[in-house]
């Protein structure tokens, strides 16, 4: 008979603890790398444009003695130009995160000093979702959610760039925020 009474009440709170879990994390995403495609396009051409224009100075000998220097030049700045692009890169795909639960919008940046923020869903006003054409062309779908709060002083216009799915995503953070709201409109109706 005890064995019968106890069964019950760790069905019940298994389950309350898996739905306090689904409700805490229901969603989290990260920054992507393909949303740098377009730029990574762009820094080839200009790499292949400065060493072009290296090897037509140097080809039609239009730089007497000083070709070493220009060369130098060229290489220094593809370097700069390159180490640029990998620090940028890994340090959004690497930091940039991001959790939607059912009450807030967590977005975490940082490597040496981490930055954790959140904004409550009921909050925001509007969700705008962008996908330039650059976006759906090269940069494989990858979108940006603009996330309007007039409400929150520190995020009145959140920018979430280089999102992979962003129709879901917006989606998702357009039906939580409606969904908040709608249970605030309930509460404070009654």
């Known amino acids: 008979m005890n064995e019968d009474n106890i069964s019950p009440t760790i069905e019940n709170s298994v389950s309350a603890a898996s739905n306090e879990k689904t409700e805490k994390e229901e969603l989290q995403w990260a920054y992507s790398g393909k949303a740098m495609r377009a730029q990574c396009c762009l820094y ?9 224009g290296g090897f037509y100075l140097t080809f039609k000998e239009l730089l007497d003695s000083a070709y070493l220097w220009v060369w130098i030049g060229i290489v220094v700045l593809a370097t700069i130009l390159w180490f640029q692009f990998l620090v940028t890169y890994f340090y959004r795909t690497w930091t940039l995160r991001y959790k939607l639960t059912n009450h807030r919008l967590y ?4 490597f040496f000093t981490k930055t954790s923020d959140s904004l409550e869903l009921v909050y925001i006003e509007d969700v705008q979702l962008i996908q330039t054409f650059w976006d759906r062309l090269l940069n494989g779908g990858v979108g940006r959610l603009i996330i309007f709060s007039s409400a929150d002083k520190t995020h009145s216009k959140l920018l979430i760039t280089g999102i992979e799915n962003p129709q879901s995503i917006f989606e998702k953070v357009d039906t939580a925020r409606a969904n908040v709201r709608a249970k605030r409109a309930i509460i404070s109706g009654s």
Do not use: A, D, E, P
Not at 44 to 52: D, S, V
Not at 107 to 110: C, E, I, L, M, P
């Open 44 to 52: 080839w051409i200009i790499t292949f444009l400065l060493f072009g």
């Open 107 to 110: 977005t975490y940046k940082g």
